[in-house]
């Protein structure tokens, strides 16, 4: 029976999430590239498929794309103007890039550390992790100036 590898701090490692079809009309020299891309279409497919990387395999990401649909329908219903709306859609946007950026240095970080303990390893991870804190903060901040005024006026106060 074989053991599974745990990282210094004893956890076990994530997988690796792949979700690239297995058969695709995308040509297999775009899936495989380690060099720049020498197009736009080949851009944007890269782009698409981290952004899926992301979603299938971070949790926190999950959690914020189901409170940023939530968000969108307490909006509908509320009757948000336009400029709330802008609001709204800047900070979900904030938050989410935050997170995407957060998940690419935890990734260069644990590739870069080779499964070994380094402290600035951790502070990078530490840091990346903080802007995705103030990212939402920022966000519930913007949220409850949008969200309470409205629901003030719909509960009758």
Request: proline fraction near 5%; include cysteine.
């Amino acid at each position: 029976m074989g053991s599974v590898k745990q990282t210094p701090t004893g956890e076990t490692p994530r997988p690796r999430v792949d979700v690239r079809p297995r058969t695709s009309a995308i040509p297999k020299a775009w899936q495989r590239r380690v060099r720049r891309t020498s197009s736009l279409p080949e851009a944007f497919y890269h782009a698409f498929v981290g952004v899926g990387v992301a979603v299938v395999g971070e949790r926190n990401l999950k959690i914020q794309c189901v409170l940023a649909t939530v968000a969108v329908a307490l909006a509908l219903w509320l009757g948000f103007d336009p400029i709330s709306w802008c609001l709204l859609f800047l900070s979900i946007g904030i938050v989410v890039t935050a997170e995407l950026l957060n998940t690419a240095v935890e990734r260069v970080v644990d590739l870069a550390a080779g499964g070994e303990y380094h402290a600035l390893a951790r502070d990078a991870k530490d840091v990346a992790a903080g802007a995705v804190v103030i990212a939402s903060l920022t966000a519930t901040a913007i949220g409850l100036m949008l969200y309470i005024p409205k629901l003030w006026v719909f509960f009758g106060h």
